[in-house]
């Protein structure tokens, strides 16, 4: 069974980082697309950063554009989130995710995802 366990979460202060991990199970099987989602609370879950499986390329929600960064490493089954310059508004429960293949590439919408990991807190605090 596919399993995705995030970490890394935590208390920064505004203008700090954070680096946050996805391990995979079944790295092979997780389809095209790893996605990184997040959702404050009485807010919609929202995409901030996906990639595709074995390749490079990465997209990123307007919000977070020049502050994170998405990337994996096959070889441990692992997909990363590095996150500068962080903000109050960052602050939310973190998802990653896998599937979200569509024909013009990776989805951001969360609808688009069947494999979920259980979450990891972000505060940041002003």
């Known amino acids: 069974q596919v399993q995705l366990v995030e970490s890394g979460g935590g208390s920064v202060q505004a203008g700090g980082s954070l680096r946050l991990s996805c391990s995979a199970s079944?790295?092979?099987?997780?389809?095209?697309?790893m996605g990184w989602f997040r959702q404050a609370p009485g807010k919609e879950r929202e995409g901030v950063a996906t990639?595709?499986?074995?390749?490079?390329?990465?997209t990123y929600a307007d919000s977070v554009k020049g502050r994170f960064a998405m990337s994996q490493d096959m070889a441990k089954n692992t997909v990363y989130l590095q996150m500068n310059s962080l903000k109050p508004e960052d602050t939310a429960m973190y998802y990653c995710?896998?599937?979200?293949?569509?024909?013009?590439?990776?989805?951001?919408?969360?609808?688009?995802?069947?494999?979920w990991g259980q979450g990891t807190q972000v505060t940041v605090s002003s």
């Open positions: 990639i595709q499986t074995g390749g490079y390329y990465t």
């Open positions: 079944r790295y092979t099987y997780l389809g095209n697309c």
């Open positions: 995710a896998a599937g979200g293949w569509r024909t013009n590439g990776c989805s951001n919408d969360p609808s688009a995802y069947a494999t």
